[in-house]
């Protein structure tokens, strides 16, 4: 089998949270937020595509933004994806990870869901959002309960990294 090429893939700006290492939101700069449309989608795709069939490579797409799963045609491109037999992940975050939503990830071969722990409760809720922390946790559950991975993501910073062992 062919070694991976990892696309890490960011499809859109929007997300729920205004998380402060944040490289779109930082310095509440208003910056125009931007979202890919499904036609431009589907040409990168197919370019990807065919580096990797130039390269001997299979790819290996995680798809992030924002919150990838606010983008209009985020089920039409994980469809795309399954249809074409492609290993894919998700890093997004966990507001939106409803039984439904995480089955039918499940369905379409979502590999894994990335989400993020910034430190323990009061750190990762000061990072991200008030009561991020415990949703986070609950999903982890529900995403193990459809039979999708949940995988954990730290950005480490001065503010974390005591509670890091812990």
Not at 3 to 30: G, M, P, S, T, V
Not at 105 to 117: E, F, H, I, K, T
Request: with cysteine.
């Amino acid at each position: 089998m062919a070694d991976y090429f990892a696309f890490q893939w960011h499809i859109l700006d929007d997300c729920d949270q205004r998380c402060k290492h944040c490289y779109i939101f930082a310095e509440d700069n208003n910056k125009e937020l931007h979202t890919m449309n499904f036609e431009d989608m589907k040409i990168v795709l197919d370019n990807a595509l065919e580096m990797c069939e130039k390269t001997d490579r299979k790819p290996y797409f995680s798809i992030t933004g924002g919150d990838p799963i606010l983008h209009p045609n985020f089920w039409d491109l994980l469809e795309l994806l399954h249809e074409k037999e492609l290993d894919y992940s998700i890093m997004g975050n966990p507001f939106h990870l409803t039984d439904d939503v995480c089955r039918r990830l499940a369905d379409l071969g979502c590999r894994q869901y990335q989400l993020s722990l910034d430190g323990l409760e009061k750190t990762h809720d000061y990072f991200r959002k008030p009561g991020s922390f415990d949703i986070t946790l609950e999903k982890i559950k529900t995403l193990k309960d459809a039979g999708v991975r949940a995988s954990i993501m730290t950005t480490v910073s001065k503010v974390n990294i005591d509670e890091i062992p812990e």
